[in-house]
């Protein structure tokens, strides 16, 4: 459940702006202020099941976009890329290696614009 919530979290960061309104407070309230269903509702002025249903609506149009787009599942992959780069470039500073350092950095610092 909680690799969900950040899944989401992640997702809305990139895609909310494609929901609605309503679906954005409900994504918003849940992953971001990590409230629950029916606290939702309350602050709303609206049913615990609308909450569930606003939810599922955006969680499967932002799934979508991420099947079509991608762009969450990318900037996944340039984190991890960047993080083993980085690493690399620690063993060759420990290793006095200072020309493939070099190399290293000019990667980590174009991955990182």
Do not use: W
């Amino acid at each position: 459940m909680e690799r969900d919530m950040l899944t989401y979290a992640l997702l809305f960061d990139v895609y909310g702006d494609t929901l609605t309104e309503k679906q954005k407070l409900c994504c918003d309230l849940r992953y971001n202020q990590d409230l629950s269903l029916g606290e939702i509702g309350e602050l709303e002025g609206i049913s615990r099941q609308a909450v569930r249903d606003n939810l599922i609506r955006a969680e499967a149009q932002m799934r979508d976009l991420e099947e079509k787009i991608g762009a969450v599942r990318r900037s996944l992959q340039i984190s991890s890329a960047l993080e083993a780069l980085e690493s690399a470039a620690d063993l060759a500073r420990q290793q006095d290696l200072p020309e493939i350092r070099t190399y290293i950095d000019c990667a980590i610092g174009r991955l990182k614009e």
